[in-house]
Nanobody, 132 residues
Framework: EVQLAESGGGLVQAGGSLRLSCSAS????????MGWFRQAPGGKREGIACINDEDGRIAYAESVQGRFTIAKDNGERRVYLQMDHLRPEDTGVYYC?????????????????????????WGQGTQVTVSS
């Protein structure tokens, strides 16, 4: 299991920017692929971005493509989510996820895959609120 520590989030006006970060604890996994999910009030959990620890491949959900950027710090096993041009519909709780397998993570970000998949690590969540 991977322990995750998130930071960032907060309140911002529409059109503004926020940056989230997530650090993963040491683990026995060879690769720790990481990503971000979010859940709006009353909504379903949505995978929005992920990055491959082995080769740097990135996947985004259509809802954030071109506005959000995911990046990682290889030396620290830390992942960032730069969120620009924020919209009120981006409001929700944002969760960091980590897993030793890339497929399930990427599938969920791209809107397919097993929504009941249990990741090796799941963050406590951080609130992002975008006011209109």
């Amino acid at each position: 299991e991977v322990q995750l520590a998130e930071s960032g989030g907060g309140l911002v006006q529409a059109g503004g920017s926020l940056r989230l970060s997530c650090s993963a604890s040491p683990s026995s996994l060879i690769y720790v692929h990481m990503g971000w999910f979010r859940q709006a009030p009353g909504g379903k959990r949505e995978g929005i971005a992920c990055i491959n620890d082995e080769d740097g491949r990135i996947a985004y959900a259509e809802s954030v493509q071109g506005r959000f950027t995911i990046a990682k710090d290889n030396g620290e096993r830390r992942v960032y989510l730069q969120m620009d041009h924020l919209r009120p519909e981006d409001t929700g709780v944002y969760y960091c996820a980590a897993d030793g397998a890339w497929g399930p993570l990427a599938d969920l970000v791209q809107g397919v895959g097993n929504t009941n998949y249990r990741f090796d690590g799941w963050g406590q969540g951080t609130q992002v609120t975008v006011s209109s």
